[in-house]
């Protein structure tokens, strides 16, 4: 969360350091369109969905059966990388929902590989732990949205 806030102050302070004529804004040294389309994803997290299958979720009260089976998976398939409450070699979900969308949280478990490539957020993620990238561990959106439930617990 630091790296992120002072990635932000970074920016606008560059930003607000550009000056000059806007023939010298339309060079060939300017940020791609596609950095300046992610700003206001990396601006507020939340409001990053991430790249993949996921376009919506929908948050209803806590499903215990959900959690319960989420956890399985989340034991099963993650902990070689992930701990739920500790950084490891890749970041704690404990407090996700706070930090990242559903939407963004789905599409990272079942679409990491383009997630690294493409998403501003996992791209920062990937740099700060040592460039492992998450693994795809091929689950389905049913089994992706269970591990999501468990996630809720951990706040």
């Known amino acids: 969360m630091k790296y992120t806030v002072f990635l932000f102050c970074v920016s606008l302070t560059i930003a607000s350091c550009g000056g000059g004529s806007e023939s010298q804004e339309s060079?060939?040294?300017q940020t791609p369109q596609s950095m300046v389309q992610s700003e206001p994803a990396e601006a507020d997290?939340?409001?990053n969905k991430g790249i993949g299958p996921i376009t919506s979720v929908t948050l209803g009260p806590l499903d215990q059966a959900l959690v319960d089976e989420g956890k399985v998976i989340y034991e099963e398939l993650c902990t070689a990388c992930h701990k739920p409450t500790e950084k490891f070699i890749g970041p704690?979900?404990?407090g996700i929902m706070s930090r990242r969308s559903p939407e963004w949280i789905m599409n990272m478990i079942l679409n990491p590989e383009q997630m690294v490539k493409e998403d501003p957020i996992a791209k920062k993620l990937l740099v700060e732990y040592n460039m492992a990238p998450?693994?795809?561990q091929n689950l389905t959106e049913d089994q992706a949205r269970k591990v999501l439930e468990?996630?809720?617990t951990l706040e």
């Open 150 to 152: 468990y996630f809720r």
């Open 134 to 136: 998450m693994a795809n």
């Open 92 to 94: 704690a979900p404990a």
């Open 27 to 29: 060079s060939s040294n």
């Open 45 to 47: 997290p939340m409001l």
